[in-house]
């Protein structure tokens, strides 16, 4: 269709507008970004001296690649953590226990509210003064990263799930509950599938959310990939080209993986949700013949002895 649902496509007048501010907001970035670089320029930031390190492996090897190995660590760890969590908690919103459903709901709303870096904060705190002995101190750093982001994005990811699982059509559950399937069976084996699939864009999406907020362990001293730019800093006197090189990196990364996201959901609505194989839905239902229907021959069945028959009426052959 040429023209949308809720709006006629844009007219001559219209589109001269829709031009003339593409182009004045094109001129206004461009002079932005002029002004910035004249900046850097003036507090020689742009001198090659300050810039030629990261072409060397002394950098890289020392400071970045162990920097970025720290972060995709705390956020892979973060992201399986998560998905755990949000797959219980989500699945307890859905309970039909409402003592269940009401703990889970609580859990889910609160860690929600509370801001990543306070749940860090505490919890950096809390493992150092009650196993400080038991513990290596460099390892507080890693679990308050990791219990910060796990809390919030499970919690993310189990309001997801609930709002996949419910966006579904009522006739998926009536279905399996009318082939004897039990409430929990239907939602881990139809629901939850279908509404993981739908689903499956938005958890990519919320991949770079856990990457980014990854960053916020400097502030507990974890040292990931934004810690480096102050070692890179005070090496080579270039903490601002660091910083931006550190900036290009989490770019690429983020923007792979919102890439990753777009093609799921380009493939989703190309293909449409994945049917559910007939074995999670129990047994195939037992076909009962329509009345009236002819039965062929060979199905007859022979009357039981003693058994007797219709009579026939005069003359049927």
Partial sequence: MSATVLFDNP???????????AIVSAVLVLLSLAWAISRFAAKDNLEPSKWLPFLTTDIWVNYLLPGLANTLKAALISMVLAGIFGVLFGMGRLAHNRFVRAFCTVIVEFFRSVPVLVMMFFTFYFVSFNFGSQLRSDTFPLIAV????????????????RSGVGSLPKGQREAGLAIGLTSGQVLRSVQLPQAITAMLPALVGQLVVVLKDTALGQI???PELLNTFQQIGSYKSNPVPAL???AAIYVVINYLLTTAAGRLESYNRDKGRPTI??????????EVPT???ARPHAEEKVPHKGHRAAKRPPGDS
């Fill in 146 to 161: 990791i219990t910060g982001l796990t809390l919030y994005n499970g919690s993310v990811v189990a309001e997801l799930l």
């Fill in 220 to 222: 507990v001293t974890y």
């Fill in 244 to 246: 931006m090189v550190i």
């Fill in 11 to 21: 007219g001559p007048k219209a589109r001269a507008r829709h031009r003339i501010v």
């Fill in 277 to 286: 194989p007939r074995a999670a839905l129990g047994p195939a239902p037992v």
């Fill in 291 to 293: 009345v009236g229907a």
